[in-house]
């Protein structure tokens, strides 16, 4: 039996864990409390700490799951920004959830451009007050509109499927850009000032963060649309809150924000709002936010339970190198997989 204490447990997790769990004999306690400097004692006799993305993974983190025997780190994210995967190496392994539903965040993506450009949001909430006005809510096509992909990994790529079958055009910035896609890749300067619709869908690290800042929204076209559903970091909140009061940016259509650590996933409904700039976006009219939900389907949920539960069999019973491990060393985590073939410390 291997015992893995669950970070942050939400009550939409707990079915699928529990069942690919029982399968694979891996027993789960479910911790309501976010992993962090504070509550890493938690973890103690237990094999692995699984945790989400507001988990706060440091290296006292990591320090002291290794002083307390913990052995592995298992996300059930993609993501993994907030693990301090250096300081894990040689230390604790560190596995993710490479894939779970990359249509889910894609088309998350699409439902927020849609809710946002033709003002969907609006209609729901005027017609349940049987206020069938149609003023202020003119929309645009999306056919024939330039949109600009920022990462055109597993999501980008399923994104930029859709919007080509919308009937707009395709450009794209990647630092790798994939080759024989029949992708358009520019320059991220080039992409700033072309594109109708800017989607972000890279990782946030240290060259992507505040990708999106005052002097990219100011390359920008005047009423841009911004989608956001990688990572909050990714965009300077204070800029694009300044590029929508000067009427440059059109709209934005955030699934993550980044302070959401202590905001979203929880029901604050009947407090106060202490993030005064997030109050703030969340005024605008051409603002839409939605708490970190592009990956909350189904399917998705199955396959993160199925794949993490694996990622730690993988880890404790194989000789071999744990299921998608993510290795600081190797830094690339495609090759580390293919040329190594054992576990990566
Ligand atoms: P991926 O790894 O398949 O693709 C990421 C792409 O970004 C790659 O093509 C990579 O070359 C590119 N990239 C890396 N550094 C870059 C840079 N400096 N500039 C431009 N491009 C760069 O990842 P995937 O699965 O497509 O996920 C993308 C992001 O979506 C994740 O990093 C994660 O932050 C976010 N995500 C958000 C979810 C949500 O619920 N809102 C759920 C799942 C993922």
């Known amino acids: 039996m291997i015992k893995v204490a669950f970070y942050d447990a939400k009550a939409y997790d707990m079915p699928s864990f529990e069942k690919y769990g029982k399968l694979h004999d891996v027993q789960f306690r479910f911790l309501e409390t976010k992993l962090n400097e504070d509550t890493v004692e ?7 700490v699984c945790v989400f993305v507001n988990d706060s993974v440091t290296k006292t983190v990591i320090d002291r799951l290794y002083e307390m025997g913990v052995k592995l780190i298992a996300l059930r994210s993609a993501g993994y920004n907030n693990v301090d995967i250096r300081s894990a190496f040689g230390k604790v392994h560190v596995v993710h959830v490479p894939a779970y539903s990359p249509y889910a965040v894609a088309e998350h993506a699409i439902a927020l451009l849609l809710t946002s450009v033709r003002r969907i949001h609006k209609a ?14 003119t929309g645009f096509d999306l056919h024939g509109k330039t949109v600009g992909v920022i990462g055109t990994g597993r999501i980008g790529r399923i994104f930029i499927d859709i919007c080509r079958g919308f009937g707009m055009n395709v450009i794209a910035y990647d630092y790798y850009p994939a080759k024989d896609s029949g992708i358009e890749y520019v320059t991220l300067d080039e992409l700033f000032m072309r594109s109708d619709i800017i989607s972000l869908h890279c990782p946030l690290t240290d060259e992507t963060r505040h990708i999106i800042n005052d002097e990219a929204i100011g390359k920008m076209k005047k009423g841009v649309v911004i989608i956001n559903t990688s990572r909050g970091g990714l965009i300077d909140s ?6 929508i009061k000067a009427r ?3 709209a934005a ?21 202490n993030d005064e700039l997030l109050s703030r976006l969340i005024s605008m009219p051409n603002v839409i936010v939605t708490s970190h939900q592009a990956f909350l389907t189904e399917e998705a949920l199955n396959n993160i339970a199925e794949t993490t539960v694996n990622n730690i069999v993988s880890c404790f019973e194989k000789d071999g190198m744990c299921d998608n491990e993510l290795c600081y060393r190797c830094g690339n985590i ?3 997989k293919k040329e190594r ?3 990566c410390f």
């Not at 729901?124 to 809510?137: A, D, H, I, M, P």
């Not at 204070?238 to 590029?243: F, K, M, S």
């Not at 924000?257 to 709002?273: K, T």
């Open 341 to 343: 073939k054992e576990r």
């Open 238 to 243: 204070e800029a694009l809150l300044d590029g």
């Open 334 to 336: 495609e090759h580390c």
């Open 248 to 250: 440059k940016v059109g």
């Open 42 to 48: 938690l973890a103690k006799g237990y094999d692995a």
């Open 253 to 273: 259509c955030l699934d993550v924000y980044e302070e959401e650590a202590d905001i979203f996933f929880e029901d604050r409904s009947g407090h106060i709002m």
């Open 124 to 137: 729901y909430n005027r017609t349940r007050e049987f206020n069938f006005s149609l003023n202020g809510l």
